[in-house]
């Protein structure tokens, strides 16, 4: 299919053909009929792309903040991949569209195959053939409502939050400052709940179109003289009830305008994009309010409610994202609002460079500008990937790995480990976003990209499959790929539960392929060594496993309970490494969690104390407390008068009753390479997975139980 994006590093507008994307739980596949370019906000999007990076950070100190914030923790280097990355990921155009239901999911139960239905959100709704799109970023078109107007929805959600925002009593006089496409839809919005409206613009063209064609009471054109007498006839010399500001600036001065025109105790609703520098003496006299208006609703920015379909209550919450998207087709369909005559252009998608040469290069008065799409057009979801002219030959002895999943942790861990091991290329790639997978099949030399991973499963050139999809995905997946007779190395957890645990290892254990999980550590040059070291201890040996991580941002997928939490997302690794070392099934184990509340937001710190069947013990603490200027992983092992040190994998020391040998490495080493090596060469050879089926499902046993007696507060014996 076809997408618009952009490079926002060189501004460059450009349509890439992708894979389409998959139908997924909660969500409705739309093949989009219309799309809706804001000239304002996208126009500032591709401005904003093309400057240098000492003007981005101008524009944008929030993001210099993150910048130095990055560097304090994780170091100028990483900050500045970080930074690259950002500035290398395209961006996907488009947020308001309309469009049919290809097919819908059973959770997104209000929806079916045929609806006609206008579209929300940034990277959902994008200027593309076909897209994914959450069940409430989704409403139904009423029958009258043509595509063209329904693809208006996003824009004019976005117009009519900022009036709810202001509170408006039947009567009440409100002021639009800046009159471009949400002013205009704003001000029609206004006169169809009867308000009288008065529009202020820095061009009398906005003005003169808003007077005929929205049909606002009063228009007046800044930098024309002062508004006062004009707004004192409009409103009997009271002044505004509200003001909302829609326009865009880089100054304050719609501010002080709405600010100038209001009346006493009047409300001020920010919508556009402009410095705040509140006048504090003006507001104090006034004592008027200031009202910020957060995109189209309730909801908005809230993954439950957005990606999850989770909706507020109406009794509580009475106009959310997808009622005021509902609210305004309601209104097209009683014909009391019409944005028929905002359509400036039409261009087909094969045209979306030049719709945004002429969003950068307006002529004459440009409002909305629509993209069309063919009627009729083929769901496509694997391409080929053209072989380069000067791509080296496939050698046939290679192991050809179909990775799936294209998450921060497959980027910026597996792909450059991969890389490095020889006698591996990789062949397939797969991600439900298309241009991701393209991109990274195209620099690694893929044969293919994919948003259906079942393509990779079936292909019989697949020799190992790598999975590293959301935790909830995995045991699902993991069956299908050992059901295929694929080798498989799944990123942990294999599973989120002992039900799905035993599905997952009874397909391994009936299936031609191999099964390995990402227990990394144990590969790792100093695991290696610490079990030369006490493997044939003369005593039980005592371990203690420290790992200070950071807080994930707030709406982290990981934070979500469907997806198992950290501790068994990640504290599984750690009961892993325990059991390695120790070379022992678990006895017993007790684990403690810190509660929420006394500013502790999620349930991420905890401690795990282990005992093994041969007597040795381990104590887990992981802890998001801290900061990253301490190492993250820092391990002690003590047996048989010796003593290991492990400093978060780069330097080591054992410790013996005569001397100190040091284990210190140039680069870090978390066993990731050579675990992708064992696997591939254990393929080569015939033989079995570098980890025992029993020892993973051992693993998981043990972190299950621990986040039992995390919950229950018992120590929990295993059999």
């Given at each position: 299919m076809r997408q618009v994006f952009q490079n926002p590093k060189s501004g460059k507008t450009r349509i890439e053909e992708i894979p389409a994307p998959m139908a997924k739980s909660g969500g409705i596949l739309v093949k989009n009929r219309f799309s809706v370019i804001s000239v304002g906000t996208e126009r500032g999007i591709i401005e904003l792309s093309k400057k240098g990076l000492l003007q981005k950070a101008k524009e944008r100190p929030d993001y210099v903040q993150k910048f130095f914030m990055l560097i304090k923790t994780k170091g100028l280097a990483a900050a500045w991949r970080v930074a690259q990355s950002k500035l290398a990921t395209d961006i996907e155009l488009g947020y308001s569209t309309s469009g049919d239901v290809i097919t819908a999911s059973a959770q997104a139960e209000e929806f079916k195959a045929g609806d006609r239905v206008a579209c929300a959100g940034q990277n959902y709704a994008s200027h593309a053939e076909f897209i994914l799109v959450p069940k409430n970023l989704a409403v139904k078109i009423p029958d009258g409502v043509s595509y063209e107007e329904a693809s208006f929805v996003t824009l004019a959600s976005i117009a009519m939050q900022g009036i709810r925002q202001a509170g408006l009593s039947p009567g009440e006089k409100v002021g639009v400052v800046g009159l471009g496409l949400l002013g205009q839809i704003a001000t029609r919005l206004l006169?169809?709940?009867?308000?009288?409206?008065?529009?202020?613009?820095?061009?009398?063209?906005?003005?003169?179109?808003?007077?005929?064609?929205?049909?606002?009471?009063?228009?007046?054109?800044?930098?024309?003289?002062?508004?006062?007498?004009?707004?004192?006839?409009?409103?009997?010399?009271r002044g505004l009830d509200a003001v909302l500001v829609y326009a865009s600036?880089?100054?304050?001065?719609?501010?002080?305008?709405?600010?100038?025109?209001?009346?006493?105790?009047?409300?001020?609703?920010?919508?556009?994009?402009?410095?705040?520098?509140?006048?504090?003496?003006?507001?104090?006299?006034?004592?008027?309010?200031?009202?910020?208006?957060?995109?189209?609703?309730?909801?908005?920015y809230d993954r439950s409610y957005e990606e999850e379909g989770n909706d507020y209550p109406i009794g509580q919450v009475r106009w959310t994202e997808k009622r005021n998207m509902e609210e305004f087709l309601r209104l097209l369909s009683v014909r009391k609002v019409s944005v028929a005559d905002l359509i400036s252009r039409r261009f087909d998608i094969a045209e979306a460079e030049k719709a945004y040469e002429l969003v950068s290069n307006p002529q004459g008065l440009i409002h909305g500008i629509l993209l069309s799409y063919p009627a009729e057009s083929k769901i496509v979801r694997t391409i080929t990937i053209p072989k380069k002219d000067d791509a080296p030959a496939v050698s046939k002895d290679a192991i050809n790995i179909g990775l799936i999943g294209l998450g921060s942790f497959a980027n910026s861990t597996i792909l450059p480990h991969l890389k490095e091991v020889k006698g591996a290329r990789l062949s397939a790639v797969c991600h439900s976003k298309g241009l991701p997978a393209k991109t990274v099949a195209e620099k690694y030399g893929a044969d293919y990209a994919t948003s259906d991973y079942r393509e990779i499963l079936k292909d019989k050139n697949i020799d190992l499959v790598i999975c590293a999809t959301r935790?909830?995905?995995?045991?699902?997946?993991?069956?299908?790929?050992?059901?295929?007779?694929?080798?498989?190395?799944?990123?942990?957890?294999?599973?989120?539960?002992?039900?799905?645990?035993?599905?997952?290892?009874?397909?391994?254990?009936?299936s031609k392929g191999r099964l390995i999980t990402g227990f990394n550590r144990r590969f790792s040059t100093h695991f290696i060594e610490a079990k030369k070291e006490f493997e044939n201890s003369a005593t039980p040996i005592q371990i203690v496993y420290r790992v200070n991580v950071g807080p994930l941002e707030s709406n982290n997928w990981n934070y979500d309970l469907k997806e198992g939490g950290r501790l068994l997302g990640e504290g599984i690794h750690f009961v892993h490494a325990l059991q390695y070392l120790t070379?022992?099934?678990?006895?017993?184990?007790?684990?403690?969690?810190?509660?929420?509340?006394?500013?502790?937001?999620?349930?991420?710190?905890?401690?795990?104390?282990?005992?093994?069947?041969?007597?040795?013990?381990?104590?887990?603490?992981?802890?998001?407390?801290?900061?990253?200027?301490?190492?993250?992983?820092?391990?002690?092992?003590?047996?048989?008068?010796?003593i290991m040190i492990i400093d978060n994998f780069k330097s080591g020391r054992v410790i013996g009753p005569q001397k100190t040998r040091k284990i210190n490495l140039a680069h870090q080493d978390k066993g990731y390479t050579r675990e992708i090596e064992m696997m591939v060469r254990a393929i080569k050879e015939g033989k079995p997975s570098p980890i025992p089926l029993e020892e993973l499902y051992e693993s998981h046993i043990a972190a299950f139980k621990a986040l039992e007696s995390a919950k229950t507060g018992e120590t929990l014996e295993l059999g």
């Open positions: 006169k169809a709940y009867g308000h009288p409206v008065m529009g202020f613009d820095i061009n009398e063209a906005q003005i003169k179109f808003a007077v005929k064609k929205s049909g606002i009471d009063k228009g007046f054109v800044l930098g024309k003289g002062d508004p006062s007498n004009a707004v004192a006839s409009f409103t009997e010399g600036a880089k100054t304050d001065a719609p501010l002080k305008i709405a600010v100038q025109v209001s009346r006493d105790r009047g409300r001020v609703v920010q919508i556009g994009n402009i410095q705040t520098n509140v006048p504090w003496r003006d507001f104090y006299a006034k004592e008027m309010s200031y009202i910020s208006s957060r995109s189209y609703g309730p909801g908005r935790h909830s995905s995995h045991a699902k997946i993991a069956v299908e790929a050992l059901e295929a007779g694929k080798n498989l190395y799944m990123e942990k957890p294999l599973a989120l539960n002992e039900e799905e645990l035993v599905r997952v290892i009874n397909a391994a254990k009936k070379g022992s099934k678990v006895k017993r184990l007790s684990a403690l969690i810190m509660p929420k509340g006394n500013a502790i937001a999620h349930e991420e710190n905890f401690s795990l104390s282990v005992e093994y069947q041969n007597g040795s013990v381990g104590t887990v603490a992981y802890s998001a407390l801290g900061n990253f200027r301490l190492p993250k992983e820092y391990i002690e092992i003590y047996g048989d008068g010796k």
